[in-house]
Structures are given as C-alpha cells and as structure tokens.
C-alpha cells in the first residue's frame, strides 16, 4: 500500500526544507514544487521545478501530478517580498507577491479540490506571516498574508462539507539560510530582535514544521479555519 502524498511548495530550503523533513518522518511520500533543488532528496520525496510565480506552469504542473496520484494533502509554504516602504512600492512588486503568495496557493487548492472530495477528507495548510498584522516596509506582503488569513477561513468554510480542513500558520522571526545571512547571530539588530520577542529568542524550522505536522495530523479534523500564531509571542505583545 502507498504512502500518502503530500504536495509542500517550496520545500527546497528554510521552512519548507523543515516541513518536508517532518513529514516524511511522519510517514508521508512528499512532493516538492520548488524552483530549484536542495542539494540532497530525500527518501520518499520528489522533487519538481515549477515556477509558482507563474500561473500557467503552476496550473500545468499540478495538472500533471494530480493525474498521476492522488494528492489530498497540501502545505502551502512557497512565498516572497519585496521589501519596499510605502511611497517606493512599485506595481511590478505587486504583481510578483500576488501571484506567489496568492494566486499560486488558490490555483493549486483549486486543482486538489476533486479528489479531495472523492476521498471526503484532505489537509490544506497555509503559512502566512506575523506580518500580516502589519510591519514597516512590508505593504504589499502584509497585504497578501493577511488576505490568505481570509481565504484560509474562506476555504475552511467551503471545503468543511468535504471533510477537509484547512488552516494557517503565521510565523514570527525564524532562523532560516536567508534570516541568518541579514541578521547575523551577535548582531545588534539580531539582539534587539531577540529582546522584543517574549521568549527572547529566535524560531527554528522545525517548530514551524511541528506546527505544520498538527495539523495534518489525523485526529486534527476538529480543527478548521484556525490561525496559528508561531512567533514567541509577539503577536501578543512586545516583552518588557
């Protein structure tokens, strides 16, 4: 009997290197859709280049994997920024945010929906950002993590009749390749960082993937529409 697969997007590096990991760990066969890939695959894991900033490679590639096996679990990691304070934002910045961290999640839900119906269960989850509560120089990227809070509780309320859940993680500071390399360790801006987060520390990868990991979980399919804050608290409120 087949493992179940599960598509991550994104799963080449940082977060989703943690969220592939986990999941196989877990007993899943995983799907990458990354641009490039990590330099070792994994046991169980499958690596396909695809575009998502692109939707018709997105549309096309999930196409051809759907056809092949059945898919009803998905984490939706893949995402970027541009970050930009508000009178420099330019609409060719727009345009890249939304169709990565938009449209590209709503294309590959879209396409998963059928046999997700069929099986009459399925796990979407997405990961957004603490920013969407807002963050200087952020206005387009808090702008679409927190429009996928609200396709988050849209998809949860239409899907529920199938049997599927779908929720969002939003991660605060996480020490990934690319954090570590703009906030080095005995940085001042690192110490600073740490100093505003009530756990005075930075995330790890792997919390993110734990969370993720709930989730999909089979005895989570109570649990549906929900954000989830990953962040040491700073969502609840600065230390001190």
Not at 30 to 37: C, G, I, K
Not at 41 to 50: I, K, R, W, Y
Not at 120 to 139: E, F
Request: hydrophobic share 45%.
């Amino acid at each position: 009997m087949s493992k179940p697969l599960a598509l991550v997007t994104g799963g080449s590096r940082g977060i989703g290197r943690a969220i592939v990991q986990r999941l196989l760990s877990d007993g899943y066969d995983v799907l990458n859709f990354s641009r490039t890939p990590n330099p070792q695959t994994l046991p169980g894991e499958t690596f396909e280049s695809v575009d998502l900033m692109n939707p018709q490679t997105t549309k096309e590639a999930i196409t051809h994997w759907s056809a092949k096996r059945e898919i009803v679990h998905l984490v939706n990691n893949a995402g970027m920024i541009h970050v930009a304070a508000l009178e420099d934002v330019t609409p060719e910045q727009v345009q890249d945010m939304v169709n990565l961290n938009l449209m590209a999640p709503l294309l590959l839900t879209q396409a998963l929906v059928p046999a997700m119906r069929a099986r009459g269960s399925g796990r979407v989850v997405n990961i957004g950002s603490r920013a969407g509560l807002g963050k200087i120089g952020r206005t387009v990227y808090s702008a679409t993590k927190a429009g996928f809070i609200g396709m988050t509780r849209t998809w949860a309320l239409e899907l529920a009749k199938y049997g599927v859940t779908v929720n969002l993680i939003a991660p605060g500071a996480i020490a990934t390749e690319l954090f570590l390399a703009a906030n080095p360790e005995d940085s001042e801006q690192t110490r600073q960082l740490k100093a505003a987060v009530p756990l005075a520390r930075i995330g790890r990868p792997e919390e993110i993937a734990h969370a993720v990991a709930m989730f999909m979980d089979p005895r989570a399919g109570y649990t549906t529409g929900q954000v989830l804050y990953v962040c040491g608290g700073l969502s609840v409120g600065l230390a001190g």
